[in-house]
């Protein structure tokens, strides 16, 4: 993945499919519109374009309530990069950034920049000043400037965060499932010998591997739908 700055920016041969926000923690909502923007991006053949900033904005415009932060930037970075993004453009945020309007950043940062052709955003997406940049803005503009704007739902994010916690959840399952059958033959094979049953850390460890590929197996075997 690239990482470029606000002055080694610029536009993509093939245009570029962009997505705008803090990404603190690429968490799965976030994974979930990376997903989305690289799935439409493929489609148009566009390059993938990540806008964040260096710092979270609510740092600047509300000190006194900005949220910790969960990863510093050069792990989100490294954390966007394992998401396949192509570009990743790092935008100093300062005070000037603050009181940029909606409109200018458009201009300046989406069309100027990056030559965007597309934007994915969440459908509760708000930028510029005063937060007053929205999806019904983005749409508006790129009438004009010649983006379109995809904006992703909220059940789509709950529903993909929803996912990765079933999947987690059923491998935790099998582990226990498996773990359950090595302590049952255990029994036995102690019973038979007059010995009591006995856990020991590598039975676990063995048990959850077996869990594991089970599971990746399983995910394999599973139809994919094709588009």
């Known amino acids: 993945m690239e990482v470029v700055g606000p002055d080694s920016c610029r536009p993509s041969p093939s245009g570029g499919a962009v997505t705008v926000g803090a990404y603190d923690g690429v968490h799965l909502g976030h994974r979930a519109v990376i997903a989305q923007l690289r799935e439409r991006a493929s489609g148009k053949g566009l390059e993938t374009v990540v806008v964040t900033f260096d710092r979270h904005p609510a740092s600047v415009v509300r000190p006194e309530s900005a949220p910790t932060t969960l990863t510093d930037l050069e792990q989100k970075l490294e954390l966007l990069a394992n998401c396949g993004v192509d ?10 950034r603050s009181d940029e309007t909606a409109e200018d950043f458009v201009e300046t940062v989406l069309v100027g920049g990056l030559g965007t052709r597309l934007v994915v955003v969440g459908s509760n997406f708000h930028f510029g000043h005063d937060r007053k940049g929205d999806v019904a803005l983005l749409s508006e503009m790129g009438s004009t ?83």
């Open 87 to 96: 570009r990743t453009l790092v935008i100093p945020f300062d005070q000037a």
């Open 145 to 227: 400037a010649g983006f379109d704007v995809a904006p992703v739902a909220l059940v789509v994010l709950l529903v993909s965060a929803g996912l990765a916690i079933a999947g987690l959840i059923s491998l935790v399952m099998l582990a226990l499932c498996a773990l359950s059958i090595v302590l049952e033959r255990r029994r036995r094979a102690r019973a038979e010998a007059g010995r009591p049953a006995k856990v020991t850390r590598r039975s676990a460890i063995v048990a959850a591997g077996g869990a594991r590929r089970a599971h990746d197996r399983a995910a394999q075997d599973q139809p994919r739908s094709t588009r």
